[in-house]
């Protein structure tokens, strides 16, 4: 096997329509030429920024079947663009026969539904882009789920129909993928608006109710990145520090937004919680809690994959003092998992008419009860007036007279006692009262965790009470550094430390800061629609236990070479020469240039038919297996070999396996209904095709990846269909059969006469498999928005195994 045996040919269409890709094709990608595999960035895409994918197959293309052990492809250069990110997209749902479509399906597979948050929503609207807050709460929850459920701004969640038999009209089934871009007291709004009408929970489908499911999301599994970077110091060890680890499918467009007046340890009932920092080390934790209330809530932040979590633990269990938990997520190393709950030194159970003790202060908006109503005798719950939480009013719907509210009590704020209005009585309620002196707590240190993504550190902006009265504050900057009047600290990531050289009050501590918001643009602009896609689009290229390649390219320009000219390169490298029209001068009998791989010595024998100038291509490369993956750094499993210096590629490798063309699953059936399973369904048929001593032929160059069918509709006559390329043929016994491949004008397959053998009935099936010896590889190019210098860029991509 030659060089020149291994090609990249381009698939059926070289589009960006939806029916872009296809099988492969003749048509080889031709070395150095512009626009053979992607086309010029546009201004237009510039502008608004753009996704392309194009499907190409590397390949073996030799008149036999020899092998190309453990084949592998990557990216070896990056574009100088850095508007532009190139990467291989890997998925086993890309075959031979995938369009853009099916492409696009595939990668968006990168996130799915899945557990269950809440069954049974308030009724939406086709374009409703808000979701009712009542709906999170207590009141909404259906037997089994978590009381409240609390969602982050930025996240991505699933709004979806769900109900079993058959479809209803009125409420056809959906799945909406969503994303929180702001959190108010009564809504959540969220991008894009839902497509279609979704069932109040109380509506009835088929029998079912609480149709419409909100759903969080996970990670799905099958589809694989791989890009290119470059080292940002000298490889040494088994440590490469590179300039990044991944990139982006959509290009990632934003606003500042302001986040203001954040309370960190503030709870929604104005009530100041207790934090306790754990050093994360898993998922699963045991916490000392000896002064939690019985079953109390807890509130678990962290950081996971350089993003802030929040976990809420309604009615926990705590058993002597211990509470024991578990995260959905990995916390990241190095981070600390926050827990924070209501304490008993702060905050002790109050039920009126119990006298409030002195040094104790009734906290209004805990105030939870019930009213008697003379009319009726009948017991009415207590709704709090949001603007005023000494009034409490009774809420009554009628399907006559609709819903009346009602004033039934004033509590007095300082002893709790109540004045009672509009024929109400006997008040019962409970509430906390905070401890006068726990008001007053003292600290130098605090830590908590930014609940946004991405934050803009130069915005933040801090104010805290102290002890001794007076205000603190102090502000950061762009490298994340707190600073101001007796306050210094650090924001690294999505973490926040602080610390106050004299006592500051934490209950007082707020802050503000502006969020980098991800928008969301139509999945028209790009095709692809990034809310399917883990982290908004930003993907790994590394992973551990993958295979990278680490190359360093020289390259040397000459106006001109000559016969017996010598240029002195290094040794045990890969050498290339091409010419201005990017042909190369490698020729497998060395005709036109000769490489001692032991000395470095390249000798010109003849560069005649050849345009000058020329450049050659002094490439150095190594594998090297990936144990750890952390933000600018690649752990491997042993050092380099080789000497690579800092701007060297670092290649993740896709594998292809080993590429060889052969036949798989042949078997035969007595009846065939049309269907291309790999095992044999119903009797088999009396006939049978000799295999062993004629077995079905094929050539690297010519076979495709494909399941046929050989259906018999006479004794001796017979049809060949493939799953994706249908009917190609006609045939029969009495001769040999070799159906042409229209891409090569060579035989997709010869199956000999002298095998068949006699026996065949019309409507038997001769089933088998043809494996190519070639791959279906998918590129990706990612185009940033914003002005670029670049007139003229380019990637290099290496197709690289191991012959036989």
């Known amino acids: 096997m030659l060089r ?55 390949s073996v293309s030799t008149a036999t079947t020899e092998l190309l052990q453990d084949g592998h492809l990557m990216v070896n250069e990056p574009p100088i663009d850095p508007l532009v990110n190139v990467m291989l997209v890997q998925s086993s749902a890309i075959n031979d026969g995938s369009d853009r479509a099916e492409i696009v399906n595939a990668i968006e597979s990168s996130l799915v539904a899945s557990l269950t948050l809440r069954r049974g929503m308030s009724e939406m609207i086709a374009g409703q882009d808000q979701l009712n807050a009542l709906d999170l709460q207590q009141g909404a929850a259906d037997a089994g789920e978590q009381s409240i459920i609390t969602l982050r701004t930025g996240a991505i969640y699933v709004i979806s129909v769900e109900y079993t038999g058959s479809e ?27 497509p279609l009408p979704a069932p109040g929970r109380g509506r009835t489908i088929n029998g079912q109710t609480r149709c419409t499911v909100l759903r969080d999301v996970t990670t799905g599994a099958g589809v694989t990145y791989h890009g290119v970077t470059t080292l940002t110091t000298d490889a040494t060890g088994t440590t490469l520090e590179v300039v990044n680890t991944g990139g982006r499918v959509t290009p990632q467009i934003t606003e500042a937004t302001e986040r203001l007046a954040n309370k960190p340890f503030e709870a929604e009932s104005g009530l100041i919680r207790k934090q306790v920092n754990i050093p994360a080390v898993g998922v699963s934790y045991s916490l000392e809690v000896p002064d ?13 994959v350089g993003k802030s979590y929040v976990q809420r633990f309604n009615n926990a269990s705590v058993t002597d003092g211990q509470l024991d938990f578990s995260l959905t997520r ?18 002790s159970a109050y039920t009126f008419p119990d006298a409030i003790p002195a040094g104790y202060t009734l906290q209004p908006l805990t105030i939870s009860g019930s009213a008697l109503r003379t009319s009726d005798s009948e017991r009415y719950t207590l709704q709090q007036d949001p603007d005023d939480p000494s009034r409490f009013e009774v809420r009554i719907s009628s399907s006559i007279t609709g819903t009346t509210v009602t004033l039934a009590v004033i509590i007095d704020l300082v002893d709790g006692t109540p004045t009672y209005y509009n024929g109400y009585s006997e008040l019962e309620y409970t509430a906390l009262l905070e401890n006068d002196a726990a008001a007053g707590e003292s600290a130098t240190t605090a830590e908590f965790v930014l609940p946004f993504n991405q934050v803009l550190a130069d915005t933040f902006y801090i104010a805290v009470q102290r002890v001794s009265g007076g205000l603190l504050t102090a502000s950061g900057d762009t490298a994340g550094d707190v600073t101001g009047t007796s306050v210094s600290g650090t924001i690294v990531g999505n973490v926040v430390t602080l610390s106050f050289s004299e006592p500051v009050k934490l209950s007082t501590l707020q802050y503000n800061i502006d969020e980098v918001v991800e928008l969301v643009p139509p999945v028209s602009l790009y095709g692809i629609n990034p809310l399917r896609l883990p982290n908004g689009g930003a993907i790994d290229y590394f992973r551990p236990f993958g295979v990278i390649a680490v190359a360093n390219n020289q390259y040397a320009q000459y106006p001109s070479l000559s016969p017996a000219q010598t240029i002195a390169r290094r040794p045990n490298s890969f050498i290339d020469i091409v010419d201005s029209e990017g042909v190369s001068l490698w020729h497998p009998l060395n005709e036109n240039y000769a490489y001692d791989k032991d000395t470095g010595e390249v000798t010109i024998v003849a560069v005649s038919g050849f345009t000058p100038p020329f450049e050659l291509i002094d490439t150095l490369s190594e594998l090297a297996l990936v144990t750890g993956v952390e933000q600018n750094q ?23 396996g080993d590429l060889q063309a052969r036949v798989t699953n042949s078997f035969d059936q007595e009846t065939w209904n049309g ?19 004629y077995p079905v032929e094929l050539e690297n160059q010519s076979a495709i990846n494909e399941r046929w069918a050989i259906h018999f509709i006479g004794t001796t006559s017979f049809r060949c269909i493939g799953e994706n390329v249908g009917q190609v043929a006609t045939g029969d016994t009495l001769n040999d059969f070799a159906p042409i491949n229209p891409a090569t004008n060579q035989p997709y397959f010869i199956i000999r006469e002298l095998g068949w053998g006699g026996g065949w009935q019309p409507g038997n099936v001769l089933r088998f498999n043809t494996v190519a010896a070639s791959r279906p590889a998918v590129l990706l190019r990612s185009v940033a928005a914003g002005h670029s210098a670049i007139e003229q860029d380019s990637i290099r991509l290496h197709f690289r195994g191991n012959a036989q």
């Open 168 to 194: 209803d009209a009125n409420w056809p089934r959906f799945q909406h993928f969503f994303k929180v871009t702001d959190i108010g007291a009564t809504a959540i709004t969220i991008a894009p608006p839902l």
């Open 4 to 58: 020149s045996d291994l090609k990249i040919f381009k698939s059926e269409r070289m589009t960006q329509n939806a029916d872009a890709g296809g099988q492969r094709t003749a048509n080889e990608v031709l070395n150095g030429q512009l626009n053979e595999v992607f086309g010029n960035i546009s201004d237009i895409d510039h502008a608004q920024s753009a996704v392309d994918i194009v499907k190409v197959y590397p």
């Open 330 to 347: 990995m916390p990241d190393a190095g981070t600390n998992v926050q827990v924070l709950y209501l304490s008993t030194n702060r905050y």
């Open 675 to 693: 269907s291309f399973i790999d095992s044999i369904q119903g009797n088999p048929a009396t006939a049978n095709y000799n295999s062993i001593s």
């Open 292 to 304: 939690a209330f019985p079953s109390p809530d807890f509130e678990v932040q962290y950081i996971s």
């Open 634 to 656: 690649l752990k491997i499993a042993s050092p380099l070999q080789g000497t690579f210096v800092a701007g060297s590629i670092v290649s993740s490798v896709q594998q292809l």
